[in-house]
């Protein structure tokens, strides 16, 4: 199957390439349970194996086979069930034991539309406040949890990858992430998207825009804010880096401090990661962005 580089490399990574050789039953056994048409795959998700699909009464909509992992699909399907349309795409069916989902069917995405950075910034806003809301029951990860995960992550990567960025940027990435971990108020806490990007947010059928791939997190709303912070390394660092952490405050209503200190964290971790599976440039720009703040003497937050 026409599986994409990235997810293959994710695959390979996560220690499942047996689930390679399994898609084509996979996606014949869905097929016949859900009623539906597959068609061409998609060459661009990162994630999953992801094929244009239709309802047996015509309907478009999408098929997701995601790279099985613990609790990716499960959390992913609770964050779209929760937000049931806000902000984020519809989910139309699911199976947590393949890792799949039936989901609506969208357009382009910011990324192939070309919206100017800008306007990225106020729609993917936009759409994190819509979702944004009280889940006290959903068994989803904390952001405090999501913290020390990120913190083994970064220190794993950094030693395995030779250290592609400076000892100081992890340094610097990793008592940020105390910062967060200790600030994590279960009473503050919202669902929140986890990986807001131009390459997430798709326009749905009426013009207007929905988010897809979503991790799942009950954290500070501040964290999703921190990924749109890692998001756009080079128009990043040609002004001061400061400044979109202010816009992205004022958007929202949320606190600077947080967002400059997720957005530290989020762009080392995700620097490494793209790094390792050869998603670039992403991985070096983020990486010489985090650098470069380090030695700038930025943090945590001017």
């Not at 084509?24 to 597959?38: E, F, Q, S």
């Not at 995405?109 to 889940?135: F, Q, T």
């Not at 207007?208 to 979503?214: C, I, N, Q, T, Y």
Request: net charge negative; charged share 25%.
């Amino acid at each position: 199957m026409d599986v994409p580089e990235v997810v293959r490399a994710k695959a390979l990574q996560a220690g499942v390439g047996a689930w390679l050789g399994e898609l084509p039953d996979l996606v014949a056994g869905l097929a016949g349970d859900w009623g539906i048409t597959v068609g061409r795959a998609f060459g661009d998700p990162t994630e999953a194996y992801v094929a244009e699909a239709v309802l047996a009464d015509g309907t478009p909509a999408v098929l997701k086979l995601l790279v099985p992992r613990p609790g990716l699909a499960a959390d992913e399907i609770t964050v779209l069930r929760l937000a049931d349309g806000a902000g984020c795409v519809r989910l139309l069916a699911s199976d947590v034991e393949r890792s799949a989902l039936l989901l609506d069917r969208l357009g382009p995405s910011l990324y192939e539309l070309g919206v100017p950075l800008e306007r990225r910034l106020e729609v993917m806003c936009d759409l994190v406040v819509r979702l944004w809301r009280p889940a006290p029951g959903a068994d989803l990860r904390t952001g405090a949890e999501k913290g020390w995960w990120l913190v083994e992550h970064i220190e794993a990567m950094w030693a395995q990858l030779d250290a592609p960025c400076s000892r100081a940027a992890v340094d610097h990435a990793l008592a940020c992430a105390e910062r967060r971990i200790a600030a994590h108020s279960p009473e503050r806490a919202v669902l929140v998207h986890g990986d807001v990007h131009r390459w997430n947010t798709l326009q749905t059928r009426d013009g207007g825009f929905a988010l897809v791939d979503p991790d799942g997190l009950l954290a500070e709303p501040e964290y999703d804010l921190g990924v749109l912070m890692r998001e756009d390394p080079v128009e990043l660092m040609a002004g001061d880096p400061r400044e979109r952490a202010r816009w992205l405050a004022a958007r929202t209503g949320c606190d600077p401090v947080a967002i400059w200190e997720w957005g530290v964290i989020e762009r080392v971790s995700t620097g490494l990661l793209a790094t390792a599976i050869g998603l670039q440039p992403a991985g070096v720009q983020m990486l010489r962005a985090a650098d470069a703040i380090t030695d700038a003497t930025l943090e945590p937050y001017c």
